[in-house]
């Protein structure tokens, strides 16, 4: 056995510690479960050392023309089990960097998000922090690893922190939201398995040995029989799809995602999402490039059904959580558009939509749940008129709205426009139907706009969380269906708070400065998107003259 594609000798271990600085945090987290302040200040500083230890990664990457085409950098490789051929074998590209800076950036915002956070009864700060913090830890092994084994290890481990934060620390249906999410991943999980195996077997027949190295495999990608390909194809396909959610794999998501406590719902659909379509570009299309050719039409059509499935379904929601997360839907099918119509913009912008939906939708989320923490309802219908008794809180919900419907400016519109630019000339039927999706964006974003926060004040939770800040208070009506004079509206249904707003801002500034200069993260993710054509086998329908920016 001899894998020439992975060092024995160690490497940069730079990636081994973004993986186990969270993951140590959280065990460090244990001992204050009874000590609240102490936790949420532990808590920051590991995620803050994080941010850290990513912005020196982002420093010490190169292009790969400058480290003569290699693929992948900051590399670090280890035997783990060498009966089996594993590795600890981590190492970066651009797709990988940027969604790993994705996560650092916003967990430190979740860590401030959770400062206030109302826990259920008998759950404690520590507990819940430190769920966030493994979370972390697994998503950056996923993101990092390049051995194939360990991939699968560190996608199945991300079950364990997020079942635990649903399942203790979520909302009345819990439990139920919890079990669903983790029974419709193990599912995938297993499935994947059996194509992992059936991958290792492959490469023994072609190899002389099996092996679960990213390049190994990839270097024999083209030899596997067309069959094969495709067995094994889909087993990763299936289990991808049911984490990104496609349509009709999503079902998990809208009980998971309005069910799951605000933090954990933000790291749940802006992050971990993610890990289906990041495995569709880095597994699915390079290591089983025939059968994405085969199948890319059905994709295709799972995708755009997606777009226009979930934008219906996301007007007709009563329930705020369930909204936010029908809407992320709908931007996944957009992504998978992007990813199997295969030419260098779509697949960039797809890559791009990946970051932007974090923000965006993430973004969307804590504001969600800034409004349900003032009104104690999760019910659209019961909150209306907001922007007159809070209205930074409003403009704020409006940056996200106009980020999600993909206004230009914001940040989501550029990569929206280079997937639907992007697909034209290999899919232009399927991308003409995807683009009804943007009208159906405009419609459902601005009505859940309208129905809370334009117009009178009004609404079950506004009005109740008005008298309840009024009672006894100057000012204060008597009747409960009249609206509280000034000094009870601002006790009963405040602003933002400094805290919030520091939480917020730099997702705003990221939404404005991404819409306007996305360049510095197209710079990393065009040479992988190149990389990834080159080894679907397909040439770039796009005219020469580079990526769109």
Same mark, same amino acid.
């Given at each position: 056995m001899s894998p020439a594609f992975v060092p024995d000798s160690g490497g940069n271990p730079l990636l081994l510690f973004l993986v186990l600085l969270p993951a140590l945090g959280a065990g460090a987290l244990y001992p204050l479960r009874h000590n609240a302040s102490l936790a949420k200040v532990v808590g920051m500083a590991v995620a803050l050392a994080e941010l850290v230890l990513v912005v020196v990664a982002w420093a010490l990457y190169s292009t790969p023309a400058a480290q003569g085409g290699t693929r992948f950098q900051l590399e670090f490789s280890v035997p783990w089990i060498p009966a089996f051929g594993t590795h600890l074998a981590f190492g970066v590209d651009g797709i990988a960097l940027v969604l790993i800076g994705l996560t650092a950036f916003l967990v430190p915002i979740l860590m401030l998000a959770a400062w206030g956070e109302r826990l259920p009864e008998g759950r404690s700060v520590a507990g819940f922090l430190g769920l966030l913090l493994a979370a972390e830890a697994t998503l950056m092994g996923v993101f990092g690893a390049t051995d194939v084994f360990l991939f699968y290890v560190f996608f199945e481990a991300m079950l364990i922190p997020m079942y635990f934060l649903i399942g203790r620390f979520g909302g009345p249906r819990r439990q139920y939201a919890a079990v669903k999410f983790f029974l419709y991943s193990l599912l995938g999980g297993l499935i994947m398995l059996a194509s992992l195996i059936g991958l290792y077997v492959s490469s023994a027949a072609q190899l002389g040995y099996g092996t679960f190295t990213w390049a190994e495999l990839q270097s024999i990608a083209a030899g596997t029989p067309s069959s094969t390909q495709i067995w094994l194809f889909l087993g990763f396909f299936v289990a991808f799809a049911i984490k990104a959610p496609l349509v009709p794999f999503h079902t998990w998501l809208p009980d998971a995602g309005s069910e799951a406590p605000v933090v954990a719902a933000v790291l749940l659909v802006g992050v971990l999402d993610k890990v289906g379509t990041y495995g569709f570009l880095r597994y699915c299309l390079p290591l089983f490039p025939e059968a994405s050719r085969t199948l890319a039409p059905l994709v295709l059509v799972l995708a755009v059904a997606g777009v226009l499935y979930a934008a219906l379904l996301a007007v007709g929601q009563t329930d705020m959580g369930r909204f936010v997360a029908y809407t992320s839907v709908a931007h996944f099918g957009f992504i998978g558009l992007g990813i199997f119509a295969f030419s260098t913009q779509?697949?960039?912008?797809?890559?791009?939509?990946?970051?932007?939906?974090?923000?965006?939708?993430?973004?969307?989320?804590?504001?969600? @749940?800034?409004?349900?923490? &003032? @009104?104690?309802?999760?019910?659209?219908?019961?909150?209306?008129? $907001?922007?007159?008794?809070?209205?930074?809180?409003?403009?704020?919900?409006?940056?996200?709205?106009?980020?999600?419907?993909?206004?230009?400016?914001?940040?989501?519109?550029?990569?929206?426009?280079?997937?639907?630019?992007?697909?034209?000339?290999?899919?232009?039927?399927?991308?003409?139907?995807?683009? $009804?999706?943007?009208?159906?964006?405009?419609?459902?974003?601005?009505?859940?706009?309208? &129905?809370?926060?334009?117009? +009178?004040?009004? @609404?079950?939770?506004?009005?109740?969380?008005?008298? &309840?800040?009024?009672?006894?208070?100057?000012?204060?009506?008597?009747?409960? @269906?009249? $609206?509280?004079?000034?000094?009870?509206?601002?006790?009963?249904?405040?602003?933002?708070?400094?805290?919030?707003?520091?939480?917020?801002?730099?997702?705003?500034?990221?939404?404005?400065?991404?819409?306007?200069?996305?360049?510095?993260?197209?710079?990393?993710?065009?040479?992988?998107?190149?990389?990834?054509?080159?080894?679907?086998?397909?040439?770039?329908?796009? +005219?020469?003259?580079?990526?769109?920016?």
């Open positions: 779509s697949l960039a912008g797809a890559a791009l939509y990946m970051v932007n939906h974090g923000l965006s939708t993430g973004m969307l989320f804590l504001l969600v @749940g800034m409004l349900i923490a &003032r @009104g104690g309802s999760r019910r659209i219908a019961d909150y209306g008129g $907001v922007a007159a008794l809070a209205p930074v809180l409003a403009g704020c919900l409006l940056v996200a709205g106009m980020s999600s419907l993909a206004l230009p400016g914001t940040n989501s519109f550029v990569s929206e426009f280079l997937v639907l630019v992007g697909s034209f000339p290999n899919r232009p039927v399927f991308t003409i139907v995807a683009t $009804v999706g943007i009208i159906l964006a405009a419609l459902y974003v601005l009505w859940f706009y309208q &129905r809370t926060m334009q117009g +009178p004040v009004r @609404g079950d939770a506004v009005l109740g969380a008005l008298e &309840r800040g009024g009672a006894g208070g100057p000012g204060a009506m008597a009747d409960p @269906g009249v $609206v509280a004079a000034k000094p009870a509206a601002r006790t009963g249904f405040p602003d933002l708070s400094a805290r919030e707003i520091g939480v917020l801002a730099p997702l705003i500034v990221a939404i404005l400065v991404l819409g306007f200069y996305p360049a510095p993260l197209l710079d990393l993710i065009d040479p992988s998107v190149t990389a990834t054509m080159h080894e679907v086998g397909l040439a770039d329908p796009v +005219p020469a003259g580079g990526i769109v920016r």
